[in-house]
């Protein structure tokens, strides 16, 4: 059952006084010169973004709020932290934040903790050095994606091993690859698979990667958790799959499943690998004694 969402007393705090009374000039007072120069710090110097969301979202910014939401979720230049962030996110959603809505769903969390930057006038506490150490052979975008894709498989039971380098494969962590079959984004859904795990705007990072990652977590717990399967399965579709009972005899799906495996040599889904190990074993025929 689908329940309203219920907004936590503390946090619903946040939206009286001072701050709700800022919201009907919110809008003018947070320009959106201001809000690219944010955006691009996002990439460059995530703290400074964090900073200058802090003060904006403080000041009843909606927009402020759900993006320091998505800074704290993927710890993007602060601490990782899901109950700020499923906090910032409840409180954006309450005032129609559609991306916000859905981000509390994916996060799956009630939280009552707001970050202390929203409640004083204070700077953010800057992420652990190091937090970044193996992605340091990407491009500062290419970071803060992989960020959200190792987060989101984490949230969704997928090895952020695989998801990465699926994704990989699938476009470099490009947000604005298409392919000439139409497949677009960082996953490259298809518009039916689109359509299929409520991906609305393709070329939203968080939309594609949370529909492709949904995909994959169908995948592997239709194919018990065998790679070539599911990397076959993302690429030509699990009825190609099924119909040839293995990896399809597409060059493309083979050469696909190989680059997959270079990246992830693992034969079998590592967080699943017991339990399809199990069911394998009971499927065995028993000897009699």
Known sequence: MHHPLQIPLSVALVLTGSILAALAQASDSWMDQDRAVLQKLERTSPWSAARGYCR???????????????????????????????????????QGHAEAGAMLETIRLNSEQLPPCMLADIDPAPAPAGQLARLDRLSPGQKQ??????????????????????????????????????????????????????????FNVTQNVRGGIKYLRWLIVRFDG????????????????????????????RNYVAKVRKLYPAAVHVIDRERWQAQQSDRLPRSKK
């Open 145 to 202: 994606i992989a960020q959200i894709i190792t987060q989101l498989a984490i949230w969704n039971d997928v090895d952020p091993q695989l998801a990465l380098s699926i994704a990989m494969v699938e476009s470099g962590l490009n947000p604005h690859a298409v392919s000439p079959k139409s497949a677009a984004g960082i996953m490259q859904l298809m518009p039916a698979t689109a359509e299929r795990f409520n991906v609305r705007d393709t």
């Open 226 to 253: 065998d790679i070539d399967l599911v990397a076959a399965g993302y690429n030509a579709g699990e009825k190609a799959v099924e119909r040839y009972k293995g990896i399809p005899p597409y060059p493309e799906t």
């Open 56 to 94: 904006a979202a403080r000041n009843g910014t909606i927009e402020a709020q759900y993006r320091l939401g998505m800074l704290y979720a993927f710890g993007n230049g602060v601490p990782q932290n899901r109950d700020y962030a499923a906090s910032l996110f409840a409180v954006a959603a309450q």
